[in-house]
């Protein structure tokens, strides 16, 4: 019975292999026609999108099941990602900002000592890699939680919700200056009713009986109406980057696209 | 096994051949729909046509390419507008993945309109820090961006000279395009509340949920969100483009999604029913 299992398995790998290679196949040979029939052009760009089509398509067979071209392509675009990262900081950031002004001073200009702080406790930060040592980068994590919270609190506080308060607490103006509804009045009344309603569904100071019950339910309305806007919001982000590589899988690799 | 049963245990990946071939379609055979422009949009829109000619507008591109089939057209987009208008562009990056996108829609835009670089648009290119470097730019943003992307001295280039700017507080509008953090969010709560500067943004459609608030509290004077938002604002500038051109493709895979939420819920009911029966 194992053995049957076991032969199974690999009868399934085997035929996995073959549609791998079948399908490696037909991207060679469609590559081939595109380039004999001048669709692609023969020069570096053919090339860069022949690559880019490659690699899209390998991408999306993940929705057909995980396989190693899959995976292959996953990888790249991390080690590309973050080697692409590392190069742009090291040439924007570390070299002008530190290493030049620093030890390669232009001529007639003194070296910044003082950037020997940032320096210090930068290197700090790669005893994380020991975790004998690790501690000595919290010196480092310290000072960047130290200036963070100093910098980001108090304008949070005052963008994230005292502003949002005041926008909320605001006079409803059912008529405008020349007598005429106005209709946001009744958009800013229901933003007031959810504001208070799901901040009573996060009361948990009382128990929810009675009108704090209902004030409740109300809330959690609110909260799948946001949670379902929230959702349709996505939805539409993930198709328009399916339909982008698709415009470039037919327009740009394949050349069907008359625009 | 009923069809609702069938249904309730369908492969994903037949929904995937569906979405794909509704995506397809449309695609090759070119089906256009109408763009209505949305209020959030349009004060944009308004917001950029009411600046002088001459006037300087930001353009923060924070995003990497993940995000150009979304933002990418909004970018182009504006920046159309802004050179339309004889506006004077300052472009950066506080992602530096998105550095080379902003390079070609500068390029593009800048050759339909015959703009110069340095005394029509500056590229000052990408400065790691997020929320530091909007503080430093509204501080002084020649000792923030010294140099331009090209390396050129920034107080030399012509544009930054005539128009005498040395921090945020000389620029009337800024447009933040951004897809995460740093991003628009930083803009607000670092930027427009301490520097008093008009602020716009663009968004993904995965965050435009998020700064509707802003847009209640004035914070924001106006939001472009996702694909949509770009196809209105190519729309409203009169250039339709990539954006209007992925709007129908867009259409009709919500409808397939919306089939299927349907016909989903219908099976679940009834699959229910059925067993309560039972």
């Known amino acids: ?259 | 096994m009923g069809i609702f049963e069938k249904l309730m245990k369908i492969d994903r990946r037949y929904i995937f051949v569906m979405i794909a071939v509704a995506i397809i379609l449309p695609t090759i055979y070119e089906v256009r729909m109408k763009i209505d422009i949305s209020e959030p949009v349009k004060r944009i829109y308004d917001r950029v046509e009411s600046l002088k000619p001459g006037s300087v507008v930001l353009i923060s591109n924070d995003y990497d390419p993940a995000a150009k089939a979304e933002l990418y057209p909004m970018t182009l987009a504006v920046l159309r507008h802004c050179f339309r208008k004889n506006l004077k562009v300052l472009a950066m990056n506080l992602w530096p993945q998105g550095a080379g996108l902003v390079r070609m829609a500068l390029s593009t835009a800048a050759k339909e309109y015959k703009k110069e670089n340095g005394s029509d648009y500056v590229f000052l290119g990408y400065k790691p820090g997020g929320a530091v470097v909007i503080i430093g730019m509204g501080q002084n943003l020649l000792g923030t961006f010294p140099k331009d992307a090209d390396s050129k001295p920034l107080a030399e280039l012509p544009l930054i000279k005539e128009k005498g700017i040395k921090t945020l507080k000389d620029i009337p509008l800024v447009i933040a395009i951004g897809a995460g953090v740093p991003g628009i969010d930083a803009w607000v709560v670092y930027g427009k509340d301490q520097y008093g500067f008009s602020l716009v943004g663009g968004c993904t459609g995965v965050m435009a949920t998020d700064y509707y608030p802003y847009l209640n509290s004035g914070q924001l004077s106006g939001l472009m969100g996702g694909l949509k938002g770009a196809a209105e604002y190519e729309t409203l500038v009169g250039r339709p483009d990539e954006a209007t051109r992925n709007m129908s493709p867009q259409s009709f895979s919500h409808l397939v999604i919306i089939a299927f939420v349907i016909l989903g819920n219908i099976a679940l009911i009834v699959e229910k029913s059925k067993k309560k029966r039972r």
């Open chain 1, 1 to 259: 019975m194992a053995a049957e299992v076991s032969e199974k398995k690999l009868e399934e790998k085997k035929s996995r292999v073959v549609i791998l290679v079948a399908l490696v196949g037909i991207f060679v040979a469609v590559n081939i026609y595109l380039f004999a029939a001048g669709r692609l052009p023969s020069n570096f760009e053919g090339l860069g999108i022949m690559i880019a089509a490659g690699l899209s398509l390998a991408i999306y067979s993940f929705l057909y099941r995980d396989n190693p071209i899959y995976k292959f392509a996953e990888h790249i675009y991390i080690g590309l990602s973050v080697g692409y990262i590392i190069v742009y900081n090291y040439y924007n950031a570390l070299k002008p900002n530190l290493l030049d002004k620093l030890f390669f001073p232009p001529p007639g200009e003194r070296a910044e000592l003082w950037l020997i702080v940032p320096l210090f406790f930068g290197i700090l930060m790669f005893f994380r890699f020991s975790p004998k040592h690790a501690w000595v980068s919290r010196w480092s994590f310290a000072f960047i939680v130290g200036y963070g919270s100093g910098m980001a609190i108090p304008r949070g506080v005052k963008t994230m919700i005292f502003a949002q308060m005041e926008a909320t607490l605001r006079p409803i103006e059912f008529f405008d200056m020349y007598g005429n509804f106005n209709f946001t009045a009744i958009a800013t009344l229901i933003a007031i009713v959810g504001i208070l309603a799901v901040l009573i569904y996060f009361f948990f100071s009382l128990e929810h009986k009675g009108p704090l019950k209902v004030a409740s339910r109300v809330g959690v309305w609110f909260i799948m109406i946001a949670f379902g806007a929230q959702f349709g919001y996505t939805v539409m982000a993930r198709m328009s980057l399916l339909i982008e590589r698709i415009r470039f899988l037919l327009g740009d690799w394949l050349n069907v696209l008359r625009s």
